[in-house]
């Protein structure tokens, strides 16, 4: 199968403003780490729209787009594109887990919270042909998790190529922070 | 663990960017992950919290390790605002002291600053960047109060009645999408402006630098802000080239290290403990790139 995943620019990286360095520093990582569970034989490409041409006139069989708040009208846009041709679309991010039911309007499927094991379930079913319409993350650990998948990513186009994470979440609760949101009902910070 | 660091090992050059939220939030990890990295002569970046710097030795580990710079939430100056926002970790915390320690260890910082919480008025702004420019923080990342869906914050806004949109494209902290307590509108936007135009104005630039002790810190700090927010064509230039990792180079070299014996503390340039400085080679390499 052909898996296509996709970070839509934020608004603001068209606004006059628009510093484009700002958003030339680091690739899309959770893209690259969810793209490391597909099985050989599976085919994948990343475009992150800030730093590449994102062209829709293809034909993926899988199409998953990470939303934030400020690229959600973007990627339900481009969602519902790709669904009017019959292409799967998964959506999942920030923006998703605080407002499932908008993000399930364009979508086929959506993912809460951080998506290490729900992902994998998800691909279970698809080759099962028992795909949900929800999958929400319900075990979560970071340890031996498969390595995530940098020859996916262009480094040449980013200020930071070595980007790298090697925890979720955080102890604390600030109030304005999603993170509370994001990993609501199970641990919210935890160690590869 | 040792899949961090193996994912480590397996990236090229010697600059690192840790994305985590809190590199410093779980003690023991963190201290086994900067011992792992101690013999790899990295230089890295990450962000942590007031308290975490304040704790213990991690921080020291961390810049042993090559932590260079640190992205850090003061978030703000008031103390009610950051009790009304449960960031207890900030609360009596001197960031005084916060910023000496990591300024000794010759460690960069990158404030993050918040406005327009309930208890800022007008005269937040020049407040917090007199303040940030005066400690020698190197760059200031600032940000309008923004309750996002699924946030506690919101959840209270949305009570009050005070949410001005939910036009979810206009909640990019540059504008504001709900209405402040203490000052208008208006006021929040323009002082939001304002503060940026005044902590990278050449001014503060300089007068930011100037806070270090050391010669190499006081360029570093000039180096790093100016590149920053000062040079904006080369930037674009390196991006329309394709070859923005070209420029990573001058990062590394900008983010080598400022503490310890050197022979010549006075020079930008000195080769110290093995951390190799750009060679005049990599220097020319990049300018081909870029011209």
Known sequence: MKFKFILPSLLEAE?????????????????????????????AVIV????QKLDLDDDPDVVAIQVYITNAKRAYAIADQYRQRGVKVLLGGLHVTALPEEAAKHADVIFTGPAEESFPRFLEDLRQGRMQRVYASQTRSIQKIPPIRRELIQRRLYLVPNSIVVSRGCPHHCEFCYKDAFFKNGRSFYTQ | MDDALAEIDRLPGRHLYFLDDHLLGHKRFASDLFNGMKAMGRVFQGAATVDSILDGDLIEKAADAGLRSIFVGFESLDTANLKQSNKNQNLGRDYNRVIERLHDLGIMINGSFVFGLDGDDASVFSRTVDWAVEQGITTSTYHIATPYPGT????????????????????????????????????????????????????????????????????????????????????????????????????????????????????????????????????????????
């Open chain 2, 152 to 291: 506690l914050f919101y959840e209270k806004m949305k009570k009050g009645g005070r949410l001005l949109t939910d036009d979810w494209d206009r909640y990019d902290t540059r504008q504001v999408v709900f209405e402040p307590q203490c000052m208008s509108i208006d006021e929040l936007k323009n002082g939001y402006d304002q503060a940026y135009r005044d902590f990278y104005s050449w001014r503060n630039v300089f007068h930011g630098s100037l806070a270090h002790g050391t010669r190499k810190h006081q360029l570093k700090h000039f180096f790093y802000t100016s590149g920053w927010k000062k040079f904006e064509p080369l930037w674009n230039l390196a991006i329309q080239m394709r070859q923005l990792n070209g420029m990573t180079h001058l990062l590394e070299s900008v983010l080598s290290k400022v503490t310890g014996n050197f022979k010549n503390a006075a020079a930008f340039n000195t080769h110290t403990e093995g951390t190799p400085e750009m060679s005049p080679d990599q220097l020319s390499d990049i300018n081909s790139q870029i011209t």
């Open chain 1, 48 to 51: 992150d729209q800030h730093v």
């Open chain 1, 15 to 43: 606004s006059p403003l628009w510093r484009p360095i700002k958003y030339s520093l680091f690739p899309p990582l959770g893209l690259a780490t969810l793209a490391a569970y597909l099985p050989d034989g599976d085919e």
